[in-house]
């Protein structure tokens, strides 16, 4: 799309979607990471990541499950939709997901726990390889998976646990596991991600255009429009990254050569507008001009 030629990128760069190619090498971001990987290579079970809306962690998620499903002796599944009515649902969809063999004829919960053990014994002690599941939005899952789990991570040899069980959720599934003392003590690593200080804004700024194919030697983005957008962020990566990409759209419409404070401002404004249904700008018409402007340079 000419867009990006004009911007002198090659795809998108402040996408919210969770791609390992923008993962952001953030200090916070790869000790998260590094964490994860080093208790599922030593198979110590069960971890848990947690976070605020937009910190981060399904782009952590995502870069964990690209070196996982790399790695040929590792088998490594996900779950993005945890929610089950009953125990047998969710044993159910664990056999389907790792192709369980079953035995014929109707099943029971305790046919399919036997059967899912049978096959964890299997794969990670007769084939030494690393069985993983990762369960994203994991705050809203049932109690009697979490005793599911629970009953899963006893299963282990005299060095390891036979599953690797990764937990990602929002702030509220802290409580819920703290609560549980038979299960917060079987948490090996414990993951917190934060919002970014504003040199990191600085740096996902940069880190996600040159992943785009920016190739300039002048930033894109002044130093006083970073710390506004850091500030009206609050350093939350999928906000920054909203943010960014208006300030993007605005800097083509208005024939910019870059984002710049006043810019910024124009950006927060229109939002604060459209958010109280005011439209994204009341000047005489001047968005629906600039909107124009911009299909005509970039050629749509």
């Not at 590094?34 to 998620?61: E, N, P």
């Not at 929610?83 to 014929?104: C, D, G, I, M, N």
């Amino acid at each position: 799309m000419s867009y990006y030629r004009v911007l002198g990128l090659e795809r998108e760069p402040f996408s919210t979607s969770p791609d390992p190619d923008f993962f952001h090498n953030s200090a916070g971001h790869r000790a998260a990471l590094c964490r994860l990987q080093i208790a599922i290579a030593l198979k110590r079970g069960l971890s848990v990541m947690i976070g605020d809306i937009g910190t981060g962690k399904t782009t952590v998620s995502r870069k964990l499950s690209r070196a996982l499903n790399e790695d040929e002796n590792v088998t490594f599944r996900m779950i993005l939709n945890p929610y089950f009515r009953t125990e047998k649902q969710f044993l159910s969809r664990l056999a389907a997901l790792f192709h369980v063999p079953l035995p014929s004829g109707r099943m029971t919960s305790l046919d399919y726990m036997e059967a899912i053990e049978r096959y964890l014994f299997t794969q990670g002690v007769e084939r030494n390889r690393t069985v993983v599941l990762l369960i994203d939005e994991a705050q809203i899952l049932p109690d009697f998976v979490f005793e599911v789990l629970r009953i899963l991570l006893n299963y282990e040899t005299n060095e390891f646990k036979i599953l690797q069980v990764v937990l990602v959720g929002q702030m509220e599934l802290l409580p819920r596991v703290t609560r549980m003392a038979n299960f917060w003590d079987r948490v090996s690593a414990k993951v917190m991600l934060k919002p970014l200080a504003v040199g990191e804004v600085r740096e996902l700024i940069d880190a996600r255009l040159r992943a785009a194919g920016y190739r300039g030697t002048q930033s894109m983005f002044s130093a006083e429009a970073v710390g506004m957008i850091c500030e009206h962020t609050d350093g939350f990566p999928r906000r920054v990254n909203l943010l960014c990409h208006n300030a993007l759209e605005h800097m083509v419409m208005h024939d910019k050569r870059f984002v710049d404070l006043q810019l910024v401002h124009r950006v927060i404004e229109s939002e604060i507008a459209s958010d109280d249904f005011k439209g994204l700008l009341d000047e005489e018409g001047a968005e629906d001009q600039d909107a124009a402007r911009m299909l005509r340079v970039v050629g749509a």
